[in-house]
Structure formats: C-alpha cells, structure tokens
C-alpha cells in the first residue's frame, strides 16, 4: 500500500525550544513530491514546507526544516524557535508524480506551551 | 485576491437529501481536487479533474458526482446523503505536471447530515 505514516499522535514543545515531528512513507514511485501542512482550528489548510524526491539537499523555510532520507523513506520536520502560532495539527503528505494526488498521514498534534 | 473559494463553509441538511458545494480558483492551475477530512481528520482524495478531465475517482459512492463545467471550477454534488457523509471537504487546485508544490486549498466545506 502506498502509505504515509505519522507515528506521533500528539507532541508538545516549549516555546522557543525544537521540536521535530515524524513522518515515513512508502511508494514504488521514483518521481513524487513531499510536502508539511498546517492545520490550525481555523481548519485551512496551509503549507509549511515541500521537498522534491529528486533533490537530495534537505529543504529550509525560515524556522522550518526537513530531513529528508530518502532511502529509508523518512521526511521529518523540524521546527526550531517555536512559537505560540506553530500550534495546529500538522499532517505529512506524499504527491504522485504522476497523478498530482497527495496521500496524508494521520496528523500530528502539536501544542506550543507558553 | 488569488485563492481557491468555496461555498458554503458550512452545510447542515437532513438525511436523504441532495446538497451540492461549489468551487472556484482563479490562480489558473489545470488540476482541481476533492478531498474529504472526515472526523478523525483523516485527509483522503476524492476525485481530481485535468483541464475538465476526470483523472482520479478514488472509489467513492455514486453519489457524489464531479462536475467540471470549465478548468476554474470544480463543483461537488451529492444525492441521498447520509449520516457518514457527516465530514469537511476540501477543494483544491495545483499546476499541471512536476510544479505539484503549488497546490493551494479552499478553506473546506463543513457539512453536517443531521
């Protein structure tokens, strides 16, 4: 099964320290996309960060990070200085090359504490 | 503004009857989707239309039909809903082929089937 898998229901993080969430997936797809999403209760949608499977240098936004290893079909977020607004669910996701579509993992809570 | 828009943002209706949600982009992306977050806010896709053109149906009942009437709409219509349909659905659209990190989501719809 093409699957995404995110192992860490909920996480929390003081504000200003690191914290990093997991992420690992499977595909028999060598040309496919990866992507962090945002969900604060506002419930839209907003994209964190994306790296494409054929770049091997890990992608950066700002406090954003990932570490991308792309044999063992891991993509961990890294999220340092957090900050009272990182607060949402963040959900990974992998995009077909092929087909554009993404599949979601299950979501990881994450609460920021003052 | 330049945004994925969809109404209404919230929908309540009773068993059994028909309700449709509408969708718009104006960012001039080829490919719109659907996708619904049901109550463990579990993302899945639904459909996925290319320039008008069904790409994806991802086993969903019948239903639920897509109508593309042009490549900047994609609306969602469904018959006889039921309780389980019960969920927020999510449009979105990105640019064709390998530029799939563009993809910008509407704010969902949340319907609820009393």
């Known amino acids: 099964a093409q699957t995404v898998t995110q192992s860490q229901p909920e996480m929390s993080v003081q504000e200003a320290e690191t914290v990093t969430l997991s992420c690992t997936y499977d595909?028999?797809?060598?040309?496919?996309?990866l992507f962090w999403y945002k969900q604060p209760p506002s419930r839209q949608m907003i994209l964190v960060i994306r790296?494409?499977?054929?770049?091997?240098q890990n992608a950066t936004e700002n406090r954003f990070s990932v570490n991308f290893q792309k044999a063992a079909k891991s993509f961990s977020l890294k999220i340092s200085d957090s900050q009272l607004g990182d607060a949402a669910m963040y959900f990974c996701a992998r995009g077909s090359g092929n087909t554009g579509k993404l599949i979601f993992g299950q979501g990881t809570t994450l609460q920021v504490k003052p | 503004d330049t945004a994925v828009s969809q109404t209404p943002k919230y929908l309540v209706t009773q068993m059994g009857n028909d309700k449709s949600i509408k969708c718009e982009q104006n960012l001039g992306h080829d490919t719109m989707y659907w996708y619904k977050q049901d109550s463990k806010k579990f993302l899945k896709i639904m459909f996925s239309y290319n320039n008008k053109e069904l790409i994806i149906n991802e086993t969903v009942p019948n239903r639920f039909s897509p109508k593309s009437p042009d490549k900047a709409h994609l609306n969602l219509h469904i018959n006889s809903l039921e309780l389980g349909d019960s969920a927020v659905y999510f449009c979105a659209s990105s640019p064709r082929d390998r530029e799939y990190g563009g993809y910008t989501f509407g704010s969902g719809t949340r319907l609820t089937v009393v």
């Open positions: 595909t028999s797809e060598s040309d496919y996309y």
């Open positions: 790296q494409e499977a054929y770049k091997q």
